[in-house]
């Protein structure tokens, strides 16, 4: 079975600065990855996704993600933190599965 | 707008009863998910219907059932409901049914439940 970790249930940081939220996962396949965001009070929206083409991804809104199999890992980067990217962020994993989304990770951005 | 609906926004009910939640998935989309997000277990996947057959099952409680109909739009029902049973359900809808192959999943606003 799959599984997601995300290291870090509140990360902060401050305007302009760089972003970087963990993600960690554990499949017996070779797995679909997936970053989605959540604004309060909303639905989740698909940031990027990892299915097996380019290991670096690039998402919406400035996000990128790059995939290590020899890590499992897939963290989330933002050269630049906005107002705006502060919302709860999940990673999930596929492994011809449904989804399994982590605990998520609730970015905090700071003026 | 994920061209997802979902009603009701909000639903306030006492423990015991028996609520239904509706989701329209987006038009051309034959695949619709259920999903729970609570404090306690995260967001956890219930139940997924393709072309009003159900085709994959999760963590979803023998009190829960879902259907889709003929229309596409796809109901879930909780009975005996219990405080614990208090979350945000989101409804998603994709072209595809299979998870072999990657279809995205958009997702519609959500029904928050309270159980009282």
């Known amino acids: 079975a799959q599984s997601v970790t995300q290291l870090g249930s509140h990360v902060s940081v401050s305007e302009g600065a760089l972003v970087l939220l963990r993600c960690n996962y554990s499949s017996s396949v070779p797995p679909y990855l997936f970053w989605y965001v959540q604004y309060p009070n909303q639905g989740l929206q698909l940031l990027l996704k990892?299915?097996?083409?380019?290991?670096l991804v690039k998402g919406i809104n400035g996000f990128e993600a790059e995939f290590k199999k020899s890590e499992t890992s897939f963290h989330l980067t933002k050269p630049s933190a906005h107002m705006s990217d502060a919302a709860e962020y999940f990673c999930a994993v596929s492994a011809r599965t449904p989804l399994v989304f982590g605990k998520g990770t609730r970015l905090s951005v700071i003026a | 707008d994920s061209g997802v609906t979902q009603t009701p926004k909000h639903l306030i009910t006492a423990t015991g009863q028996r609520v239904t939640l509706r989701c329209s998935p987006r038009?051309?989309?034959?695949?619709v998910y259920w999903y729970q997000q609570s404090l306690d277990q995260g967001l956890q996947f219930l139940i997924q219907y393709y072309n009003g057959e159900e085709r994959a099952k999760g963590n979803i409680l023998e009190r829960f059932s879902a259907q889709q109909f003929p229309d596409l739009h796809s109901e879930l029902n909780l009975s005996s409901l219990e405080l614990g049973d208090s979350a945000l359900y989101f409804c998603a809808s994709s072209v595809g049914g299979n998870f072999v192959t990657y279809n995205e999943q958009f997702f519609g606003p959500g029904t928050r439940l309270t159980v009282l």
């Open positions: 990892y299915t097996s083409a380019a290991t």
């Open positions: 038009s051309g989309d034959l695949s």
